[in-house]
């Protein structure tokens, strides 16, 4: 059982545009990744929120930012949107930051036009 | 740095064939490793791990992979591939226990013929 939801499933903005994606954990869990999975392609690694401080950055520019609440829901962020930001957005939660299983939502689809 | 390659981004079997999806990875450390499933318009779904110890690691619907230090690879297999087996697979590597870290491969499809 996964637990983690992310809302909406699909949204479609227009380039310049600002866009915020959501997601609840699983209950337990205090950390929460996010990926983006441009078609074709795996996921990369965005950044991770443990106990609400970024705890790790991958290879993305700053306007892609995010927020992680107390209750560990946790919000992604993206300004000045692009084509190529088109993509599957996934949000894992994990137990915590030692944890070797990290539970996926299932994505929220987004499409910049 | 981590990396993953995954090579084959196709593989077509016949129902009740083997199953075999490759998988190679670099790491300057130990690494852990992972192999998910996605089924279409779903996220990712843990299949199997190898953390430490036995090398052959079991894991859900039959499959199980073989961690080989040497030839830095980390394949999957089934005995017996199923309908409900075609999906895309990734494998995924970390540098520690941080699964939430994790790099992944561009994913192999899988289609499984009648």
């Known amino acids: 059982e996964t637990g983690v939801t992310q809302s909406p499933t699909h949204l479609i903005k227009t380039r310049g545009q600002q866009v915020t994606l959501r997601c609840s954990s699983q209950s337990g869990h205090n950390t929460v990744s996010w990926y983006q999975q441009a078609l074709g392609q795996g996921p990369q690694f965005i950044f991770q929120?443990?106990?609400?401080?970024?705890?790790g950055r991958g290879n993305f520019p700053p306007r892609f930012s995010g927020l992680q609440f107390p209750n560990y829901s946790s919000e992604l962020n993206v300004n000045a949107l692009e084509l190529d930001d088109s993509a599957l957005y996934l949000c894992?939660?994990?137990?915590?930051?030692?944890?070797?299983?990290?539970?996926f939502g299932q994505g929220t689809r987004l499409t910049v036009v | 740095a981590q990396s993953v390659t995954q090579l084959g981004s196709h593989v077509s079997v016949s129902e009740g064939a083997l199953v075999l999806l490759r998988c190679n990875y670099s790491?300057?450390?130990?690494?852990?490793l992972f192999w998910y499933v996605q089924y279409p318009n779903q996220g990712l779904q843990l299949l199997l791990k190898?953390?430490?110890?036995?090398?052959l690691v079991k894991g859900i619907n039959g499959f199980e992979a073989e961690f080989k230090k040497s030839e830095t690879s980390f394949h999957l297999t089934k005995p017996s591939a199923h309908m409900s087996d075609a999906a895309e697979y990734f494998c995924a590597v970390t540098p520690n226990t941080n699964a939430g870290k994790s790099t992944f491969g561009d994913g192999t499809t899988l289609t499984v013929k009648p």
């Open positions: 790491s300057s450390v130990p690494p852990y």
């Open positions: 190898y953390t430490t110890g036995a090398t």
């Open positions: 894992a939660s994990s137990r915590d930051t030692t944890n070797t299983e990290a539970f």
């Open positions: 929120y443990y106990r609400e401080e970024e705890n």
